[in-house]
């Protein structure tokens, strides 16, 4: 299993970016896709996830609102919509993916992107 992310960037705060994560190796009907982040100094946290065979997404109280998480099957990839951004929003954030149930735990997901860098400028 690969995961792309990208789409990451500098943004004033109030702005908007949306990342991507193309997987690819295998048939992700089973899985779920989510994504984390890590500030500096600070441990990697749950974002959003999302089941690939589809129904409701689920995320952190601190993004909740503002950050969408959705998939594209015919393209194999993953989208997170951040409107409305913050300071501390500021993080690298990771894609990833995990057989089965829907899970909040970093270390329940063994495939991961490469991460994306987001800053948010007050």
């Known amino acids: 299993v690969q995961l792309q992310a990208c789409g990451g960037g500098l943004v004033q705060a109030g702005g908007s970016l949306r990342l991507s994560c193309a997987a690819s190796?295998?048939?992700?009907?089973?899985?779920?896709m989510a994504w984390f982040r890590q500030a500096p100094g600070q441990e990697r946290e749950f974002v959003a996830n999302?089941?690939?065979?589809?129904?409701?997404?689920y995320y952190a109280d601190s993004v909740k609102g503002r950050f969408t998480i959705s998939r594209d099957n015919a393209k194999n990839t993953v989208y997170l919509q951040m409107n409305s951004l913050k300071p501390e929003d500021t993080a690298v954030y990771y894609c990833a993916a995990r057989y089965g149930t829907r899970s909040t735990r970093t270390y329940e997901y063994g495939y991961w992107g490469q991460g994306t860098q987001v800053t948010v400028s007050s």
């Open positions: 999302i089941m690939w065979s589809g129904g409701s997404a």
């Open positions: 190796g295998r048939t992700f009907s089973s899985y779920v």
